[in-house]
């Protein structure tokens, strides 16, 4: 059995666009991964931290136009005290800075990119049904110092004679008594030509955290790997740990509205990963 074990970066990113799934209580991105900056005549990415503004120059999906950036900071060093007390948000809808044509869940929700509602801090975000007494457990803001402490592991052991994908996580620091969910993100999924949908990584996807934000989750994959040569595969390139805002899971879709309406991406890989396994179906 071949296995090999990953660890996750913090993020707040999905794709370039929107530049984050986190805004702060200007309405500014709060961006912890790949930031678009001009170099001359052209634009380089890196992977670090930033505020963006939400006037920053959208691109046709696929190309990439240079950050509107308002501060740089590392996400790798202590936080500044005022960037470690930015009290998070939801984007508003229709998503702001947003080019990836996609409709997250095409039978659940055929109009979700017709809504309009305004951003909300992450602890006052809409609960579809939810009623007071039913005692929401997300009761004080959360701080962008609260976010960052997030850890998260892998594990991925190919079995079954490599046709399936055992994934195993485990998890610390994450929001306390929350939902998450995790995607996959494959290789055709952010392709300008013809992009696939993500999808959830299992059904069921969801993990609740405890008290101290510790969790766990497994999930097994048919053929989630397959060669470069095989037509039609679709490899799974990276895995996102999603808190929900909306705190609810969606069956065969990763949310409602994705990209920070009711998904907030916490943990990734900076780069495409798992290029050295290879599966069969």
Same mark, same amino acid.
């Given at each position: 059995?071949?296995?090999t074990?990953? *660890?996750?970066?913090?993020?707040?990113q999905?794709?370039?666009y929107?530049?984050?799934?986190?805004?702060? =209580?200007d309405?500014?991105?709060?961006?912890i991964?790949?930031?678009?900056?001009a170099?001359?005549?052209?634009?380089e990415?890196?992977w670090?931290?930033?505020?963006?503004?939400?006037?920053? &120059?959208?691109?046709?999906f696929?190309?990439? $136009?240079?950050?509107?950036?308002?501060e740089?900071?590392?996400p790798?060093?202590?936080l500044? &005290?005022h960037l470690?007390?930015k009290?998070l948000?939801? #984007?508003?809808?229709p998503?702001?800075?947003?080019n990836?044509p996609m409709l997250?869940?095409?039978?659940?929700?055929?109009?979700a990119n017709?809504?309009?509602?305004p951003?909300?801090?992450?602890?006052?975000a809409?609960?579809?049904d939810?009623l &007071?007494e039913h005692?929401?457990? #997300?009761?004080r &803001?959360?701080?962008?110092?609260?976010w960052?402490?997030?850890?998260?592991?892998?594990?991925v $052991?190919l =079995?079954? =004679?490599?046709?399936?994908?055992?994934?195993t996580?485990k998890f610390?620091?994450?929001l306390?008594r929350?939902l998450?969910?995790i995607?996959?993100l494959?290789?055709?999924?952010?392709d300008p030509?013809?992009p696939?949908?993500?999808g959830?990584l299992?059904?069921p996807?969801?993990f609740?955290?405890?008290?101290?934000?510790r969790a766990?989750?497994?999930?097994?994959?048919p053929?989630?790997?397959?060669?470069p *040569?095989?037509?039609?595969?679709?490899?799974?390139?990276?895995?996102?740990?999603?808190w929900m805002?909306s705190?609810?899971?969606y069956?065969?879709?990763?949310?409602?509205?994705?990209?920070?309406?009711?998904?907030?991406?916490q #943990?990734k890989?900076?780069?495409?990963?798992?290029?050295?396994?290879?599966t069969?179906a």
């Amino acid at each position: 059995m071949i296995q090999t074990t990953y *660890d996750l970066s913090v993020t707040t990113q999905g794709p370039l666009y929107p530049p984050s799934e986190v805004m702060d =209580e200007d309405g500014n991105f709060i961006v912890i991964g790949a930031v678009n900056q001009a170099f001359g005549d052209r634009v380089e990415t890196k992977w670090t931290g930033a505020i963006v503004s939400p006037e920053s &120059p959208v691109p046709v999906f696929g190309d990439k $136009a240079p950050h509107t950036i308002l501060e740089h900071f590392s996400p790798d060093a202590p936080l500044l &005290p005022h960037l470690a007390n930015k009290m998070l948000h939801t #984007l508003p809808l229709p998503l702001p800075c947003n080019n990836y044509p996609m409709l997250f869940a095409p039978q659940q929700y055929p109009d979700a990119n017709t809504d309009t509602r305004p951003s909300y801090p992450f602890h006052k975000a809409p609960i579809p049904d939810f009623l &007071p007494e039913h005692g929401r457990q #997300l009761q004080r &803001p959360v701080r962008l110092h609260d976010w960052v402490e997030a850890r998260g592991r892998i594990r991925v $052991a190919l =079995e079954d =004679e490599a046709r399936v994908a055992r994934f195993t996580f485990k998890f610390d620091a994450l929001l306390p008594r929350a939902l998450y969910t995790i995607m996959t993100l494959r290789e055709h999924d952010l392709d300008p030509s013809g992009p696939t949908r993500p999808g959830p990584l299992g059904v069921p996807n969801v993990f609740v955290t405890d008290s101290s934000g510790r969790a766990s989750f497994e999930a097994v994959l048919p053929d989630p790997f397959p060669g470069p *040569d095989r037509p039609g595969g679709n490899r799974v390139i990276n895995v996102v740990v999603l808190w929900m805002s909306s705190q609810m899971s969606y069956g065969g879709a990763i949310g409602r509205y994705g990209l920070g309406g009711d998904i907030h991406a916490q #943990l990734k890989f900076p780069t495409p990963m798992f290029q050295d396994l290879q599966t069969r179906a």
